[in-house]
């Protein structure tokens, strides 16, 4: 049966067009009969200042947007053009989706619910008593948040900038008073993870635009799990270092998908295929690999 309702969605940032999120939306509404068009909407190419958030916002919902996911820059400033905000969202004081409903706009945090998914998927049974979180930025604050929110007993952060750090553990530790959060320098990575069961890694170093290792490979031990939000590329230079050492690891894809599932059941009403979801984004990967040859 193929939904009446045609779906019109937006993808507010900067740096956007090369985003999979909207082909791989738009290619789980066709397997599920939807209309669906999903339209990244880059503030740089568009000429429009990151702080004008409000205003796209406004525009979008007089166009006819049913919704829009909101990324870098806009994630925080978004909030003071909501008219409500979902706890999880709120306790993040981050949105990266909005819904236009006859009662207003609604925000919504998928990011720490995609990498919740993501983990007991492709990490079930991994320990985490202790973990190390590398970043504490926008994407460090949603995952140590899933982290925390899934059992995880003792994080550090470790972090260059360390007020941001610092920031980032008094406001989980605010948040999750059964767990212990800490914040630690670089200088001091080697001591902490040598305690750890796991590592999650949350900067932008191993994406394309920024190749390297955000760590010594030397620290990288067998019976250390390790996670990696970076999904382009997929194999990362930390996923492959750790994988060399026999360690169990965590790409970034599984996240990109799992956070998109959500999305799109909140803004359809309809859960997706996470599988199939997967599956599409696993060709959209591929297909820009080829290209990018």
């Not at 492709?122 to 590398?134: I, N, S």
Request: glycine share 10%.
């Amino acid at each position: 049966m193929i939904d009446s309702h045609p779906y019109l969605v937006g993808l507010i940032g900067a740096g956007v067009l090369p985003s999979l999120t909207p082909p791989m939306h738009m290619a789980e509404a066709r397997s599920l009969g939807l209309t669906y068009v999903y339209r990244p909407l880059d503030l740089p190419t568009l000429g429009i200042d990151p702080e004008r958030i409000g205003d796209v916002l406004a525009w979008a919902e007089r166009l006819g947007y049913d919704a829009v996911n909101v990324t870098h820059p806009c994630k925080q400033s978004v909030l003071a053009h909501l008219d409500r905000i979902d706890p999880v969202a709120a306790a993040l004081g981050a949105v990266n989706t909005v819904l236009f409903t006859p009662a207003g706009r609604v925000g919504y945090n998928t990011d720490t619910t995609g990498f919740a998914a993501a983990f007991a998927e492709g990490l079930p049974d991994a320990a985490t008593d202790r973990v190390v979180q590398l970043g504490a930025g926008g994407a460090g604050s949603a995952v140590a948040d899933a982290l925390l929110r899934s059992g995880t007993a003792h994080l550090t952060v470790v972090d260059l900038d360390a007020q941001r750090a610092g920031a980032l553990v008094g406001d989980l530790a605010a948040r999750h008073p059964s767990a212990v959060v800490a914040a630690a320098a670089p200088v001091d990575l080697a001591a902490v993870l040598g305690r750890a069961d796991g590592l999650v890694h949350c900067t932008p170093v191993g994406m394309a635009e920024h190749p390297g290792l955000p760590l010594d490979a030397d620290l990288l031990r067998p019976d250390l799990w390790v996670a990696d939000i970076v999904y382009r590329p997929l194999d990362t230079e930390l996923l492959i270092a750790a994988r060399e050492r026999g360690c169990r690891t965590l790409s970034g894809g599984r996240m990109a998908v799992h956070q998109a599932v959500d999305a799109f059941a909140l803004i359809t009403g309809t859960r997706p295929d996470p599988d199939r979801m997967s599956a599409h984004f696993l060709d959209l990967v591929a297909a820009g690999d080829v290209l990018a040859r």
